[in-house]
């Protein structure tokens, strides 16, 4: 399968253009850097298309900055990527085909907890000894696995830091709209586990079938009780199917949504009018605010790039920022940095500064950051903080 780029014409021809130089150069014996391949494995097509390609835009504009300084220690990177459409088969086939044919010194962005899980249970990972940067998924349970290395705080961790800003600010009734599967379920419990240092329960609690977007019944269920909020743990387009439902019911609690709803695309599906007030947990910093230096450098890329601000949304932004990550270890891994030596400078990464973002992994450490923000949808779907 080819890879999937969605570059506009000014990178394109950067890439070509640096491509092109370092071919001629090595053929004149000149250069003595190698290439390093990163792969993405991720949907780029179905529901989780447009937060795959943001992800995957992300990673590319840093590489594409680092390899017009030279790259690291010398070496340039190359992104390969492959549209899993986010079934279990097709993850494990892809992970196991770009290993064989592209020799990747590293995966980022691998997307779904039981894709990640059914790859971890063929061992292709582990066989490989090839580390996993940037893992989308918030599943306590893959943070034991010593190939991965998460960005993202676990679900529950979110799904506590919402409850606690509701419940702190005095709201009751609180009510949960979840996808049923376990990761889903790990932030149910957090809620739960939130809510009862405020000696409340919830008011409702309904699920909707992984995969689908029949919201009915949850809506029935929980639009019955009449509740003060929902906190949503659900995937993109099933958050937009019941937040229509909801409202057209003609409940007005406030909604939240976590890292599972892509918020931007939240947003262009629902509308500026049904998203106005809907609030947000973001796992990364602000890309609009810049309030981190590495935000500012990512602002500035993509103003240098001619994209369109709608592309420099949190997705885009949490590629480039695993990206940077994944090139500070690279640049601790010697001059022929290989799997090896990149896997112990990850680890190594105990209180690291990327462009003010910390990160913490260590022998034992997998989680590599703990940051969340709450923000709201204001007028014409501009998230506020």
């Excluded at 949907?43 to 504009?61: C, E, Q, S, Y």
């Excluded at 943070?143 to 991965?148: D, P, V």
Aim: net charge neutral; aromatic share 8%.
């Amino acid at each position: 399968m080819r890879d999937v780029f969605n570059w506009p014409p000014r990178l394109w021809f950067r890439v070509l253009l640096g491509g092109l130089l370092t071919g001629l150069l090595a053929a004149a014996g000149t250069v003595s850097a190698r290439e390093l391949v990163v792969a993405q494995i991720a949907p780029f097509a179905g529901n989780l298309a447009g937060a795959g390609r943001d992800f995957n835009l992300g990673v590319m504009i840093s590489f594409d900055e680092i390899n017009a300084k030279g790259g690291v220690n010398g070496n340039k990177l190359r992104l390969t990527s492959r549209d899993d459409g986010y079934r279990i088969e097709e993850t494990i086939r892809l992970v196991d085909d770009v290993i064989k044919t592209e020799d990747p010194i590293a995966l980022v962005g691998l997307t779904g907890t039981s894709n990640i899980e059914a790859l971890l249970k063929e061992g292709i990972l582990e066989q490989a000894r090839i580390p996993v940067v940037g893992v989308r998924s918030g599943a306590i349970s893959l943070r034991q696995n010593r190939m991965l290395f998460h960005l993202r705080p676990s679900l529950r961790d979110e799904a506590e830091k919402m409850t606690e800003q509701l419940a702190g600010m005095g709201i009751e009734r609180i009510a949960v709209f979840y996808e049923d599967d376990s990761t889903s379920l790990e932030g149910l419990a957090g809620v739960e586990s939130a809510l009862r240092k405020y000696n409340q329960k919830l008011v409702a609690v309904a699920s909707y079938k992984k995969g689908s977007v029949d919201v009915d019944s949850a809506v029935a269920s929980i639009g019955k009780t009449n509740p003060a909020a929902v906190i949503m743990l659900s995937n993109t387009v099933s958050s937009v199917a019941f937040a229509k439902k909801f409202r057209e019911q003609g409940c007005s609690g406030q909604l939240l949504i976590g890292s599972l709803t892509d918020a931007e695309q939240f947003a262009e599906l629902a509308g500026s009018q049904l998203a106005r007030g809907v609030a947000v947990a973001h796992i990364v910093p602000s890309p609009y605010q810049k309030l981190f230096s590495v935000a500012s450098d990512f602002g500035r890329l993509v103003l240098n790039l001619g994209l369109s601000q709608s592309r420099a949304n949190y997705a885009s932004f949490e590629g480039y920022l695993t990206a940077r990550i994944l090139i500070d270890a690279l640049g601790n891994s010697g001059v022929r940095p290989t799997r090896a030596t990149l896997y112990k400078a990850l680890e190594a990464m105990q209180n690291a500064d990327v462009g003010g973002f910390s990160v913490n992994f260590s022998a034992t450490q997998r989680s590599g950051s703990s940051y969340i923000n709450l923000s709201v949808f204001g007028i014409n779907s501009r998230i506020l903080q």
